[in-house]
Structures are given as C-alpha cells and as structure tokens.
C-alpha cells in the first residue's frame, strides 16, 4: 500500500474559521485513482510546526502534500520553511512571473510586490503550474519520497491536483488496483444494517472491506476491494459478487447506488421520465431548490420554488386558503399538501414538494415538519419529530423531501432502483 | 501556551466522504474559551494508529481531544483501543445503560445488542455524559494530561465538549487571557489588504497577532491578543487600541464585524429599521433565501423568494415582461432589475434582491451573474462576472446579493458600519 499523508497548514482551520473541505476533495479524488489517504494533519502556519512535521511525514510516507500556506500575507510562510528545508534558495520562475503579469492585466490590475513574489521558488523544486491562481505549485524529492505543495484556495488546488498533481504521483507510484461501490439507503439504524451485515461480514473475501456512514441524507454502506494490478480481473469479480449480496440484503431500503447523490438521483428520475419539479419550502428555506440546483443542468427538470417564508406568503402567492390555516394551523398536512399541489399548478410543473414546519423548538413546541408531493393523481403528506439542531433539522427535512419526491416517481413507496 | 491537541478519528474522513466540521466547530469554541488547538491529526479506523496516535499525542500535549470511532459498528473500534492502551477493562456503566433504555423506548425501539454494548466503558475513565447520543464521552488521565474522548456526530460532539468536557478542560488548565476581533470586507484583495497594514504590523504590540483569511463573502482580518490572566485590563486595552487602528484603515471597506455572518448583519440591519426583505433568485437557485433562514428568528424580517430557475416562471409568477427578455435577454440587467423589482411588491416586502446568469460556462459563454436590488425608490443593478467552478460561483453570487441589500439599507455605497 502506498503511504500517502495530507498535511493541511493554516491557523484559519484550527481556530474553526474556515471548514477543511480540502481533505474531503483530495481523499475522494485520490481515492478514484486507487490511493488512499492514510493521515492528514493540520498545522498552524508555523515555521517550526511546518519543518518538523514535513521532515516526519516525508519519513513515513512514500508521498507527502501539502495544502495552504502559500499566499501572499505574511502569515503564509510555507515557501521559506520548505526553502531552509530542502537547502535552497528562492530564485525567479521566469514562466511563473510571466504568467502573473499577463493575469493581473487581464483584470486590469497592477501586479503589486507582494504578488509579484509569488513567482520566487525553492532553486531544488519542480514547479507545478497554477492555472488558477497566483501561487504555484512545487514538487520536491526526498530519497524514494516526494513532496507536492500546493494552494489552500480550494479550486485552485483541486485542479492543480488533477492535472499536475496526480500524474507526477502516477509516474513514481503506482497504485494498484483498487474499486468502490456505494449502497446509500434511508431509514435504517447504523446497527440495524450492521446486525444485517453479520454474516456477509463473517464470511467476505479478505481483499474486501465494509464502512458504514451514517449521514443526515441517510445511511451508506461502502463495499470496497484491493489487490493488486495484476489482479485487476479477479478484483472485480470479488467485488462484483459482494456488490450483488448488499444490494440484496438492502433492497427494501436503497435510493441511490455509488457517486449519486440524492440531487442527483431526482434529477435522473425526472429526467428520465420527461417529467419537471417545482417546490414550495417554509422551515427549509430555499435549501431543497438550491440542492437541486447544485446539480449541472438542473434547468431540464426544474422550473423553480416558492419559499413562503411568511404565511402572508402562503395565501397571497400558493393561495392555501386562509381558512386552512386558521382551521388546521400553518404546520399541518393540510397545508403542507395543499403547498405542493398549488406549487406544481403555479409554476407549471409535474411534480411538487412542499415543508412547513418549525425548525427548532419555539416555547413548548418541539420542532416537527410536514412534508408533501404532489402530482396530477394526488397528494400525500408524512410528519416528521426533528431531533437536530436548527442547520441539521434543515438539512434533514430537506433530504427527507427529494427522498418523497424519488418515491413517488417510482410509484411506490418501495426502492427507487 | 496551554498545548491541545484534537485526533479526529474516520476513514470516512480521509476517504473524503464527509466534510470535517468537527475541526471547525471544535476550533472555533475552544478560542472562544481561550485556548488555542495547536493542531489537528486525522487518522483512520485502525487500532494501530489510534493506539499510537493517542500515545504520541498525550507525550506532547496537556490536553487530547479524539472525536469518532465510538459508533457500534465493527469498523468502530476506539473504545477497545483505549483500554488495551490503559490496561483497563470494558465494564457495563450502569447510568448509562439506564440511559439508552429510556431513550430507545421513547422512541418505541428497542435495545438491540450493538447499542447495549455503547454502555461498556473502560475502568479507569471517568464517563462524560452525552444526553443527545448512544455513545458515551470518557475522560483519560495520564500524568498531567488529559485525554477526552467524544463522539463523532456534530451535535452530539459540540454539546458534550461546551457542557461535559469544557468545565473539565478549565478545572485543570485555565487558559489565560485570550480576545479577539474580526473585520469583514469585501471588494479588496489580500495583498492589497497586507500592504495596507503594513506600518501596523511592523508597530503592532508583541501580543497581537494578525491572520488573514480570503473567503467567497470577502476578506477577514482577525486581530488577537494573548496574555497572562493577571494582565487581562492591558490586554483589552492593547486589543481595543489595534482594533480602532484596523477599523479605522479598512473603513470604506468593512461590512460586518467578530462573528455576525452576511445573514446576520443583513438579519441586524433589517430588524432594526423595521423593514422585510424578498428575494427572486435564478442561477443562485434558492441559496440566497437558505442563508438568510439559516438564522434564527429570520421570520421577523423575511417574507421569502421567488426561485424563477425557468424562463416561463420569470414571466408567468414573477411578471418579467417577455419582450424585456426577448430584446435584453434573459441575464440582463432590465431582467435583474424587474425580478428584484416584482418580488417586493408580489411578496409584500420593503426591499428585493434578485439575481440571473450563468454559474458555469455554457459553450462560449463564460459564467456572469446581474444583481439586483431594489426598494420603493427604485432599482439597481451590478454585473459580476464569475471565475470559480458553479458552487463557488453561486455561493459567491449570494453574498453579493446580500452585500448589496447591506449598502441599499445603509442607504449608500459606503460602509455600513
């Protein structure tokens, strides 16, 4: 197995100014390609925690990256602690400077010191280009290990380690062969699937390893292998096989297979169908329509949604009758239903969602939601207990929706696929 | 410097197949308790690297936090790990099991056999109660050091840490003096913000520290200050003194200051003059109407949004003329203007924000995005265009659009603080 460590530099993770989405991007990128992530570190942007911890993990690891710590401000001192380092001087990268000048007046800025700077490297490293960005990349050998540095600015860095990254990791390691399949499922307890999961588990090949990952948008389940190249055939056939057997032992219970997500999964339901979506939110905000969104060419399915924040809202511009609300109270079925028929009418869709409800506890009230769908046969509604915090209960109610949604169009309230 | 280290413990997490928030959160309260997290290990669900990462954490810190790999499936292995490493023995924790029966049979489950076992607890540790979770914390003593143990999910984790392992932490080691200030502002580059600041850093007071954090709603500079706990008045003093400097030098710049978000000042400004605000959103998709709800208490001043994602609900709902989106087209700043214009008045509010473009690039389009805004005096617009991939565009976009509504309110393009 090749060691691979992720070191993360900047006092902004540790202090929970920002939120490490790096580590999430490159473990899932490397993973594609058959590396995994063995260790991540985060540091401060200190030159001696910098020093120590890249001379550890060069090591024990075959290949180490870096991420931050290579902007422009002085608290970015990642550059010259790798210079002392590897002892070597900062000299002129004449493409990177070039580079930067044509940027900058591009924008119609000046390239000022501080940036001009950037284009200064360690004399021993490879630059890795930056198409993104101001700062470049390095590559540094140490014995049989190398180091990659790269930017903290989250795109510049997924593409520079895609592009530049990744091919030079391939030239000098390679990986061997390595597959995943991902099983994600609602309404089953962790343990519940994990007492289901005993006898597969007891008795799968020894190249094969399970996760469990519970989440707000349900539980997965990971089925992976790892053998070797040369074994590529044999691999996929292990996998195949178990693949097949936790498919079967969760049949009643999958929405989604693999990289899709439940956005993903509504959009392919719809598309498939030449059917269109339109939603109406209250507690959720805006959340379901903006995660249908984060889906390239979510234009072809969805028309759009109306939060109907206020319950002025409500009335005026989903016309739920007013005496609905006064009757049966803004969160009810009545009116959840009553959301997702006039949404899908007002704005000319197939299908219809619809939230209200109370996002976290108001007096005495503990926080609930009604959820509905609607379509040219009818409607339906379930009532949900909330029991996360405000930001969790959002997220869950949301999911919980495209999951109604994903049910309906199969015609069933049984599995999707 | 009280030395806390935090061993975030999941595969799940190197794999990349979920964001590590518990850093975030953990880092951000910590501070805000005056200590500082020196850094951050992420390892995986291996006996191996749990035991040595744990013992090699404890050598050199005053305080280890781990965080994960207490769930009752087999891939969960910390607690067992723990024992072994402290020559102790799993024994049933009686208030404890007490606990999971009740909370299993208020929600009418019952205690299967994997959750039972979650009251097993090591001999030698102290349980830290988690009244929102099956898995209980557990507090390690070796020498001086202290070793907390939590779960891993969010919410579980922060309130064990803020009500069970904070109390326990400042019993021990009470960390100092510590205060710090943000300022948030848009519409400046980094380096352009460094040299600004120059003459400051180089005549700032050894006790201050400066960090600068680029990010999609703009540019923060934290200004902090560490002392002895004796020292706390000319510590204020010190902090305040810089912070005027900072203000001060940043003032055509700054838009919201310490922890208040763009919703929350948005929220603030809105509330306090007595005002609602409407939000059309296209290509933003409902992301602009999810932030602002994300706080609580948004009732007060939102009314809600119009996602007009299709053409046909511009027209149809937000009453866009169709001969304005024939002979502008439809990312235009007649068609930004109209959406921000109608929602006010459709959804009954004083101001209206709206926004239409192109997240990603469309053939030889490149992305740009109109915002819009609008109030009973009439309407503006800005064009923006777009150089991120399409969630950073669209995240970039919203808080554009809240910028905005932020300078209407303030009833100029200058600060609004």
Redesign the interface.
């Known amino acids: 197995m090749i060691r691979v460590t992720l070191i993360t530099i900047g006092?902004?993770?540790?202090?929970?100014?920002?939120?490490?989405?790096n580590?999430?991007?490159?473990?899932?990128?490397?993973?594609r390609h058959g590396y995994?992530?063995?260790?991540?570190?985060?540091?401060?942007?200190n030159r001696e925690?910098i020093g120590q911890?890249v001379t550890e993990a060069l090591e024990s690891s075959d290949i180490v990256l870096t991420c931050g710590g290579l902007?422009?401000?002085?608290?970015d001192i990642t550059k010259h602690t790798l210079a002392e380092l590897f002892h070597s001087q900062l000299v002129w990268h004449a493409p990177t400077l070039a580079f930067l000048e044509a940027r900058l007046a591009a924008r119609g800025?000046v390239l000022?010191?501080?940036?001009r700077r950037q284009a200064l490297v360690p004399d021993v490293c490879e630059v890795v280009p930056n198409p993104n960005g101001t700062a470049p990349g390095m590559m540094f050998r140490r014995g049989q290990s190398l180091l990659f540095c790269m930017p903290g600015?989250?795109?510049e860095m997924i593409h520079m380690l895609e592009d530049g990254v990744l091919p030079r990791m391939k030239a000098a390691f390679s990986p061997g062969y390595f597959d995943h399949r991902i099983v994600r499922m609602t309404d089953i307890?962790?343990?519940?699937?994990?007492?289901r999961m005993e006898t597969f588990?007891n008795e799968k090949h020894p190249a094969l390893a399970?996760?469990?990952?519970?989440?707000l948008d349900g539980l997965?389940i990971?089925v992976s292998v790892r053998m070797e190249e040369g074994q590529r055939a044999e691999a996929e056939q292990i996998l195949n096989d178990a693949w097949m057997q936790v498919r079967g032992l969760f049949a009643d219970k999958i929405y989604a297979i693999d990289e899709r997500s439940l956005p993903d999964a509504i959009g392919e339901a719809l598309r498939s169908r030449g059917l269109t979506l339109a939603?109406a939110?209250s507690?959720?905000?805006?959340?379901?329509?903006?995660s249908?969104?984060?889906v390239?060419g979510?234009?072809d399915y969805?028309?759009?949604?109306?939060?109907?924040?206020?319950v002025?809202?409500k009335t005026?511009?989903l016309h739920v009758p007013q005496e609905v609300i006064d009757s049966q109270g803004v969160v009810s079925e009545a009116v959840a239903r009553a959301m997702a028929e006039q949404v899908r009418i007002?704005?000319?869709a197939d299908l219809g969602l619809a939230t209200t409800g109370l996002a976290?506890k108001d007096g005495d009230v503990f926080p609930r939601a009604w959820i509905a769908v609607a379509d040219a046969a009818g409607s339906e509604a379930r009532l949900l207990n909330l029991h996360?915090?405000?930001?969790?209960n959002?997220e869950y109610v949301s999911n919980y929706a495209l999951r109604m949604g994903l049910e309906r169009l199969a015609g069933t309230s049984s599995p999707v696929i």
Chains 1, 2 share one sequence.
């Open positions: 006092d902004e993770l540790l202090k929970g100014r920002i939120v490490n989405t580590t999430t991007q490159i473990g899932s990128l490397l993973r995994s992530l063995q260790r991540n570190l985060t540091i401060s942007d925690a911890t902007g422009p401000t002085r608290d800025r000022n010191d501080l940036t600015v989250p795109f307890p962790e343990s519940d699937a994990a007492m588990e399970v996760s469990y990952l519970p989440r997965w990971e939603v939110e507690l959720t905000g805006g959340k379901i329509a903006a249908i969104v984060s390239s979510a234009s969805f028309k759009g949604s109306v939060t109907a924040y206020a002025s809202v005026s511009v007002l704005l000319g976290e996360y915090d405000r930001p969790s959002i």
